[in-house]
């Protein structure tokens, strides 16, 4: 199997905003050729990637969906040579003084994300985490030049440099979800010489972070038989040990909840079982956070389930996971789809109907 490493770091080093993700797009659709039958892009910008079922009679379809967006910032407000944002998306204010970023005006300028100084703030503000009203880009430009260069609404994107961990872990911003993009590219090759006997829909979905559009479009107007959200979950570490968190080399979660179908979380279980393969079962008693929130209720409903890959530091530039757990999530993906059979709508639900 290749390694997946190189494109992964590729992918966490890219921007791709959520709602502006045509520079990751891009490099999803370069490793996505030779894997698929079919690239097309979705009206909203969501890659889909369509691996054919062995010629015949017309096959059912399974999508897959990894959102292919990222959090970051947007210029609010140019003012005395310095660039003031807001976010994109679920930034944590607290991690943003000191970040490397890129502002993407009329020309790409470097920058870093500074903060008023504590000691001129009110009384009643001082000694707590900044908040945006407090933030900006220090691009080292005058005046004049980002007046020319930069307006409102013109994209920032981290600029920390992905890096690779003892224990092959790998920390950087976008590993939300990059991390499953790239577990669905070792899916995809996987199965790339196998006569499958569904069709695969591969699907990088756009906006997420911000509205889950992507999904919910992209489902729309594939309408497959049945659909699974691959994203991250909380891994466990310092101050998250609890049973909402999952250990980072623990292999892929599997969801259990609202939106997930019981019959295809019980075959997942079973797989991974099958394959001696370590995961979790991750309660989702109301809703996943994820793009698995919109496809169960996409047109007449489609039967889904969620899967994800254990992630520490979620929502920071040095988000970590590990790479065992991607492949594993990968494998576990092609799994399943190897085993589908003509049949397995009638199948798979025999034990409780859809």
Known sequence: MENITPFLLSLISEAGLSGFEEPVRKKIAEKWTPLVDELSTSPLGSLHGL????????????????????IGLMVKQVEDGMVWITRIGGVDARMLPGQPV??????????VVQMLPDRLLNEDQ????????????????????LEKLVRPGDLVSFQQAPIELDGGNVAGH?????????ALTVCLQEIRNVNLAW????????????????????????????????????????????????????GPTIGTGSDNHP?????????????????GLEAMPENSGTDGMVL?????????????VPLRYMHTTVEMATVKDIDRTG????????????????????????
């Open 51 to 70: 691996r054919k079922a062995a010629e015949g009679k017309k096959r059912p379809s399974l999508m897959i969906a990894a959102h292919m967006d990222a």
């Open 102 to 111: 890129t502002i993407h005006g009329k020309e790409d300028l470097p920058g």
């Open 126 to 145: 001082q000694g707590k985490a900044p908040t945006f009203e407090h933030l900006f880009v220090d691009s080292g430009r005058s005046s004049k030049e």
């Open 174 to 182: 976008s590993m939300d979800n990059r991390a499953s993009v790239a």
């Open 199 to 250: 069709d695969v829909l591969a699907v990088a979905t756009t906006r997420e972070e911000i509205s889950l559009a992507g999904a919910r479009t992209s489902a729309f107007g594939l309408h497959p038989d049945l659909a699974i959200a691959v994203d991250v979950t909380f891994g466990k570490g310092p101050g998250s040990n609890d049973y909402r968190t999952f250990p980072l080399g623990g």
């Open 263 to 279: 019959a295809l979380t019980r075959k997942f279980v079973a797989l991974a079982e099958e394959l001696d393969m370590p995961h």
């Open 296 to 308: 169960p209720v996409t047109a007449g409903g489609i039967p889904t389930v969620v899967l994800g």
């Open 331 to 354: 494998r576990l993906l092609a799994r399943f789809i190897t085993q589908l059979t003509e049949d397995s709508l009638t199948t798979l639900f025999e034990e409780e109907p859809v």
